[in-house]
């Protein structure tokens, strides 16, 4: 059985949501992600496919992802 974390790790990226707010707009229309906003926190979740590339475009924009 795998381990949730790890899984949980493989389809989410968390954020402070004002380092989103210049790309936001373009990461959800290029993306097949859903955001949640919480607490100042934006929870960007996908596929492990798409977290990938999330994780890749966030990088390229300065965005460093834990």
Do not use: N, W
Request: proline letters at 6%.
């Amino acid at each position: 059985m795998p381990d949730p974390a790890r899984l949980r790790d493989s389809t989410q990226i968390v954020v402070p949501c004002r380092v989103l707010d210049e790309i936001r707009d373009r990461l959800e229309a290029e993306y097949t992600v859903t955001v949640f906003e919480a607490d100042g926190r934006c929870r960007i979740i996908g596929s492990p496919i798409e977290i990938k590339a999330v994780s890749d475009f966030l990088t390229r924009h300065g965005i460093t992802v834990a």
